[in-house]
């Protein structure tokens, strides 16, 4: 997972470079970033000395990365850092700071420490300068860095355990990771028994007869060795949510049980061992782990009203793909040909317009759907930039011709009017990447999001779940609060490489997360049926 460390590091240099006003060097390492962060063989490229051959990295910034492959760091990080205002590398370090958030804590609020951040915190004087928000999320991040817990990407947390699965049978993951969450802190492994051999790879922290606290690539992981009759209900206990359980164990004490990671009882008396039996005991259906977050899930259960949440089988094509005609890295043909390995239906090619991304011009966008009237399987997509004022990169008399048209922001934060104004235009089915979150990188733009659901509900424009594991945007909560209004959803990957079109299963998970059903998403239709309701509007 260099390339992830090495891409971190390039969106910190982007912030910094952008608030000192070099622009143009902030999008070249910005948009170096990107594509690193796509790269799983990216040693390899060091290796064979071809670092420049990827697509935007020239010699400097392939200088920089040589750097960190040879020393694990890269100095011009720290070089920049230093000419930034006293304080600010200090709040730099808070999970989900960037430089433009430090800057304004130091020149609005001056905070110039971690303790003046939790003074300024307590006193809640930053929802009275900012918003609530930005208050809650400093809390969370300063809370995080002091714990000195490091949260990774779901996307990370799979790779690692499926590293796992090699070397350790017969376990279960719980906890967030089994909920799906879009970032996890450690994991929960729950098994009835483990080979102590298996884990010489790893560094014990403390080891009993029923836990084992361990790091594994900089991870906390907690073996928990149950018995048989107890796995159901550790797996249950542990997968939480804290909410979710707490509610749980009030229900039983009402119906006269004890609820805990050993068991359902009735006086000294197991009466239930699996998960399934639990929730039928105490009155409900066995709840889906993404939905376990004490959000109504329980409550909806015990009306026999749980959602039929989306499944990956329900997905019959993927609707965001980029191409090697602007900033992707694989032909048509190819990426047609790995929908195919998915047992897709259908695909649509959306690759940007100018100047995004290497984007087209509508000349060379009207010759790419030209080739493409040869594959029947697929769409004539674009994803089309959304200007400051809310009109489009696109003439009409362009957008029309398309079968799916994606609007998307780039380069800029919008207002919601930004949003509004571009849904009012009856060409655009879909809007990219709403709140323009990169996680961990970008925070989201600050919109009125339930102003844009109504609208979206009315022009009957639907709102993207991005697949990339960076940004699962929308997120959760968005598409449950969406889902009320009526909105309908696309789950796109916003591949550049066909090894991303299997980040679909992330935006399945999100969309699951947010009560998502089949009858809710767009690529849950078949090819014609998809046509027929963008075209119907």
């Known amino acids: 997972m260099e390339n992830i460390e090495i891409a971190k590091i390039f969106y910190e240099i982007s912030e910094i470079l952008k608030l000192k006003g070099e622009d143009f060097k902030s999008r070249a390492y910005f948009n170096a970033a990107r594509r690193i962060e796509r790269i799983d063989e990216l040693r390899e490229f060091y290796e064979k000395n071809e670092l420049e051959k990827i697509p935007g990295i020239g010699k400097n910034l392939a200088k920089k990365i040589i750097e960190y492959f040879e020393t694990g760091e890269i100095s011009y990080l720290e070089k920049i850092k230093k000419e930034l205002p006293e304080g600010i590398e200090e709040l730099l370090k808070i999970p989900g700071v960037g430089p433009k958030t430090a800057l304004f804590l130091y020149r609005e609020l001056r905070i110039k420490s971690l303790e003046d951040l939790e003074r300024a915190i307590e006193s809640h004087e930053i929802r009275r300068v900012k918003t609530e928000k930005l208050e809650r999320n400093l809390e969370r991040g300063l809370k995080i860095l002091k714990t000195g817990k490091k949260r990774i990407l779901l996307s990370e947390a799979f790779k690692i355990v499926e590293e796992l699965s090699g070397v350790i049978k017969n376990f279960e993951v719980a906890g967030s990771f089994r909920r799906r969450k879009e970032t996890i802190g450690d994991l929960d492994i729950i098994l009835t028994e483990i080979d102590p051999n298996s884990l ?204 799916l048209v994606i609007a998307s922001v780039h380069g800029f934060k919008p207002t919601t009017e930004t949003i509004l104004k571009a849904m009012e235009n009856e060409n655009i089915d879909v809007i990219g990447h709403p709140t323009g979150r990169l996680i961990g990188v970008k925070t989201e733009y600050d919109l009125d999001m339930e102003k844009i659901f109504e609208k979206a509900a009315e022009t009957k424009t639907a709102l993207e779940i991005n697949a990339y594991p960076r940004r699962l945007d929308l997120r959760d909560i968005h598409i449950k609060k969406a889902k009320e209004y009526g909105v309908k959803f696309s789950i796109g990957t916003d591949s550049h490489s066909i090894k991303e079109m299997s980040n679909i299963i992330f935006g399945v998970y999100t969309a699951r997360r947010g009560w998502a059903e089949k009858k809710d998403i767009l690529n849950c239709m078949g090819l014609k049926e998809l046509k027929d309701y963008v075209h119907s509007f």
């Open 200 to 403: 010489r790879d790893f560094q014990i922290l403390a080891k009993g007869e029923k836990k084992i606290t361990a790091i594994y690539k900089n991870i906390h992981i907690d073996f928990r060795i149950v018995k048989k009759e107890e796995y159901g209900a550790s797996l249950q206990y542990f997968t939480g949510s804290k909410e979710h359980n707490i509610r749980l164990r009030r229900i039983a004490q009402k119906k006269g049980y004890k609820l805990n990671e050993y068991g359902l009882f009735e006086g000294n008396r197991r009466v239930a061992t699996t998960e399934e039996d639990i929730y039928k005991k105490l009155g409900m259906p066995w709840i889906p782990p993404e939905l376990r977050e004490n959000m109504g899930e329980i409550e909806a259960a015990m009306k026999n009203r749980l959602p039929e949440i989306v499944d990956l089988r329900d997905i019959k094509g993927d609707l965001h793909i980029h191409t090697e005609w602007s900033d992707g890295l694989n032909s048509i043909e190819n990426i047609v040909k790995k929908a195919k390995e998915l047992n897709y239906e259908y695909i649509a090619i959306t690759d940007h317009t100018y100047p995004t991304g290497n984007g087209l011009t509508e000349k060379r966008l009207l010759e790419q759907w030209d080739v493409l009237e040869s594959y029947d399987e697929v769409l004539k997509g674009v994803e089309c930039d959304i200007l400051r004022d809310g009109s489009l990169s696109l003439r009409d008399n362009i957008l029309e011709k398309a079968d």
